[in-house]
């Protein structure tokens, strides 16, 4: 599959020009590059070639305290990073991919063997065309509450919200019980005291066995879970998310128990 691979772009992720709106924090995107690049290595084609991770966004990731972390794992493995580098067309045919610098609108041309895009996302239609939905199209809440803006009785969490931070299953564990607080106050008559501070967390997976836990919150400030440097790439953080969170989320998410 690898074997006339002369130069690859892994990784090639566009965003949707919506302020304050990241998708898991493109973690999933990430996972490819790192992973391609280990199976390049393992399969002996490595040296034939060049993995570039190219991306609309001016910043490697969300939260900046993680972002030293992740450009030293890229450099030691020898990988590249254009950023503000928005996907315009793809000429199949040709093996060709053309990037926008979003600043100054110079165009470039990518060759590639091959290339992840990731589309850009956002909310579906009907919640787009909806009556909650803000300009953007996202279910307008307060990103505190998670009450709606214009109809109180309305609670909105998840992917489909405009919370302005990562969206992940992480984010939603810590929104769930902030509803359901918030929910029953109002059901109550009483004030909705219980806040969201934002908290996500994207676990990047940077190789076989090998994982950041990176965990942030609205302030983009680091709210680490375990008493360890969660910059480091570990192995113990691999299994937690191969082994334990899939368990979390089923027995324990599912039923509202964590
Ligand atoms: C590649 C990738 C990797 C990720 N990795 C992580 C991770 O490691 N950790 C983490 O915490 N999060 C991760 N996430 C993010 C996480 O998966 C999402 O944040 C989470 O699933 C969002 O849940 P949700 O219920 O809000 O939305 P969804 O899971 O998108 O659920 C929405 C549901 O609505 C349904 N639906 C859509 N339209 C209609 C309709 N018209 N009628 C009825 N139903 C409809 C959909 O089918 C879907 O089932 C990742 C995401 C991606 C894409």
């Known amino acids: 599959m690898y074997s006339d691979v002369t130069e690859v772009s892994s990784e090639v992720v566009l965003r949707p020009r919506l302020e304050g709106v ?25 040296d034939k070639s060049r993995v570039v991770f190219m991306n609309a966004k001016p910043t490697l990731f969300t939260a ?72 953007d199209g996202w ?3 307060d990103k505190f509450s998670l009450q709606h803006v214009r109809f109180p009785e309305v609670f909105g969490l998840g992917d489909a919200s405009n919370l302005p931070t990562s969206k992940t299953g992480a984010a939603i564990r810590k929104q769930a019980p902030v509803v359901v607080e918030n929910l029953l106050a109002l059901r109550a008559g009483q004030p909705l005291t219980t806040q969201y501070d934002g908290y996500t967390s994207c676990p990047v997976v940077t190789g076989r066995g090998k994982l950041i836990m990176a965990e942030f919150n609205y302030a983009k400030e680091p ?36």
């Open 64 to 135: 900046p305290y993680y972002i030293p972390a992740l450009e030293r794992v890229i450099k030691s493995r020898g990988m590249e990073v254009q950023l503000g580098q928005e996907l315009v067309a793809l000429r199949p045919d040709a093996r060709e991919a053309v990037f926008r610098d979003v600043k100054t609108g110079t165009e470039q041309v990518m060759r590639y063997d091959m290339i992840h895009v990731t589309p850009p996302l956002g909310p579906p239609d009907f919640v787009r065309t909806g009556p909650l939905a803000n300009a």
């Open 22 to 46: 990241n998708v898991g924090d493109w973690i999933g995107f990430k996972h490819i590059m790192y992973l391609a690049e280990e199976a390049f290595r393992v399969h002996g084609v490595r």
């Open 223 to 258: 709210v680490e879970t375990f008493p360890v440097d969660q910059r480091a790439e570990r192995f113990s953080m691999y299994a937690l998310k191969a082994y334990m969170l899939p368990r979390l989320y089923w027995h324990g998410m599912l039923r509202g128990r964590a």
């Open 139 to 141: 279910v307008e809440v």
